[in-house]
């Protein structure tokens, strides 16, 4: 009953929200005497006004100017190896500022932004400051611009232009006056801090003539975003190597937060990039992690798939046994079927790349993580596809599995069957979770084949694997009940590719051995034999009709 009203709850907020706009819109406009030709300049930062791209009848209905300099107040506040917990304020247009802090023209830069109603104290740019310290001798600015990310959410979509170009001013003193170089310098930004990032590359390559090293979308906030011009939002132009973590790519309507289109150099979808595992539970359930707050409760339960990018992105750090990795693929339908990695007939395979912070690693020149990027990407927009699980550690490995079941005569003669196949393999690290090969109950016909991805805990090289059959009947279809015979299937030939292992075992039966619920089906590395020895041809069966 309360997993049914989290969309209904989702859509009472959003009309409260829209509501909220509508009554704002005029006071706001009044208030700061807005017109379609006005223009609003803040030395020396720029001017600002609202024609088009910027306002936009269809796309952005609604739009502001950003406010002064002085009512926004953004604080940056640098962390490094030398004062891990303590803040370095820094000042924009006082360079001598930042000769007094402990930045070194050696580091490696971060800068770090949160998003609408967000502020810079949170738990999240806390622990992922921590990992990124942790990782090598760096310097991490966070950004803080709470006194601007409230609502009404078109006022916080102006206010990120002006904030961006206050912070490119901020990354030019860097490098000139630290002597850091721009290809050392990554900005991690978050929702609408997504977008700041992207206005923060354009300015500072305008203006100043330095390209942004890196700039990493953590789900980049979609309304007054998608399907802008290229300007207006964040794209691979934004920065020597862009890429983006789609999460939250739903209908807004119906609850999604973050831009679905690709906007990078790669784009990751999780999950496929709309709902990620273990954000539908119950209000209740969140309630009780949040000790039994309603409004914190409903804000977890609104936010969960948005969050879900820094949750992953931050756990990409500093990776220990799991290594995330992304697939290109042209859908998430055909990801999740296992068609999307096979090596075409002249040996070229599928791009595969690792995820998170360590994406640009396929563009290094060198094995030093600080090594130059090799430029430019040979290509844009390239959609990349990967499963997680459902909470931390959220790293998964991914397994093909591809399997026929039998043609033989006792196949034949026992007929298709529905139910589900569950797996586990062991590796030499470890064992999975009994993993299901599909989501709903399957019908097995004999000759038919099958091919699926899976996503488990990382194991090492494989050793062994144990199938299970479930039988489950239909009680619509007669043709599924089973009165005579125990319910079963026949494998004849099996294969477990472990992708980011590069490793495989498989199986072939020509003695029909069956699986059925009380009887699994036991492989082992020594058994493994080659696809081509497996007769996998309809037999001349004279006892069958």
């Not at 790669?266 to 119950?282: A, F, I, L, R, T």
């Not at 912070?357 to 040979?378: E, F, M, N, Q, V």
């Not at 019908?443 to 090492?460: F, K, L």
């Amino acid at each position: 009953m309360l997993n049914t009203t989290n969309s209904f709850l989702l859509q009472t907020m959003l009309i409260l929200l829209n509501k909220n706009l509508q009554n704002t819109e005029n006071a706001i406009q009044s208030d700061m005497n807005v017109t379609s030709t006005k223009e609003y300049c803040y030395e020396p930062f720029g001017c600002y006004k609202m024609s088009y791209p910027w306002s936009d009848e269809i796309l952005r209905p609604v739009s502001f100017t950003p406010q002064s300099p002085e009512v926004l107040n953004p604080k940056y506040c640098l962390f490094t190896r030398n004062n891990k917990n303590n803040c370095q304020l820094l000042d924009i247009l006082n360079k001598d500022s930042l000769l007094q802090t402990s930045m070194a023209s050696y580091h490696r830069f971060y800068i770090i932004s949160h998003g609408f109603m967000e502020y810079s104290n949170k738990e999240w740019i806390k622990e992922m400051t921590r990992e990124l310290l942790k990782l090598s001798d760096s310097s991490v600015i966070v950004v803080d611009w709470s006194s601007g990310c409230g609502p009404p959410y078109p006022q916080a979509v102006a206010n990120i232009r002006l904030l961006g170009d206050m912070t490119a001013y901020l990354i030019n003193s860097i490098i000139e006056d630290i002597g850091v170089q721009p290809h050392l310098i990554h900005f991690i930004g978050h929702g609408l801090g997504a977008h700041m990032a992207a206005y923060t590359g354009q300015t500072l390559e305008s203006n100043f003539g330095y390209k942004l090293g890196r700039i990493t979308g953590l789900d980049p906030a979609e309304p007054h975003f998608s399907k802008t011009d290229p300007i207006v939002r964040l794209d691979p132009t934004d920065a020597d190597f862009v890429d983006v973590i789609h999460t939250d790519g739903g209908l807004f309507i119906s609850g999604g937060l973050g831009i679905l289109q690709p906007i990078g150099h790669v784009d990751y979808y999780p999950n496929g990039g709309v709902e990620q595992p273990g954000c539908k539970e119950g209000v209740m359930s969140y309630m009780s992690k949040n000790s039994g707050s309603f409004y914190r409760g409903i804000k977890q339960m609104i936010g969960c798939n948005h969050v879900r990018s820094y949750q992953y992105f931050t756990e990409s750090i500093n990776p220990r046994l799991c290594q995330f990795m992304g697939t290109e693929c042209g859908s998430w339908e055909e990801f999740e079927n296992g068609s999307c990695f096979e090596c075409s007939a002249d040996d070229k395979c599928p791009f595969q790349n690792k995820f998170g912070l360590h994406s640009d690693s396929y563009l290094r020149k060198g094995a030093a993580y600080g090594s130059p990027l090799r430029l430019p990407p040979p290509r844009s927009q390239v959609k990349l596809f990967l499963k997680t699980g459902r909470e931390e550690p959220f790293c998964r490995h991914h397994f093909q599995i591809k399997w026929t079941i039998s043609n033989s005569c006792k196949s034949l003669q026992h007929g298709g069957e529905i139910g589900m196949i569950t797996v586990t393999i062991q590796g030499e690290k470890g064992t999975t979770k009994d993993i299901q090969l599909s989501e709903e109950i399957q019908y097995y016909e004999p000759g038919s084949q099958h091919h699926v991805i899976i996503a488990g805990e990382p194991i090492g090289k494989l050793q062994s694997a144990v199938l299970r059959w479930q039988y489950r009947t239909n009680p619509l279809n007669p043709l599924t009940w089973r009165f005579t015979s125990t319910p079963r299937i026949y494998i004849s030939w099996l294969e477990i590719k472990s992708i980011e292992e590069k490793d495989s075992l498989s199986i072939c039966h020509d003695n029909d051995v069956p699986i059925t619920s009380r009887r699994p089906l036991i492989l082992k590395k020594e058994d493994r034999e080659d696809k081509r020895k497996c007769n996998l041809e309809q037999k001349d069966c004279k006892d069958i009709d």
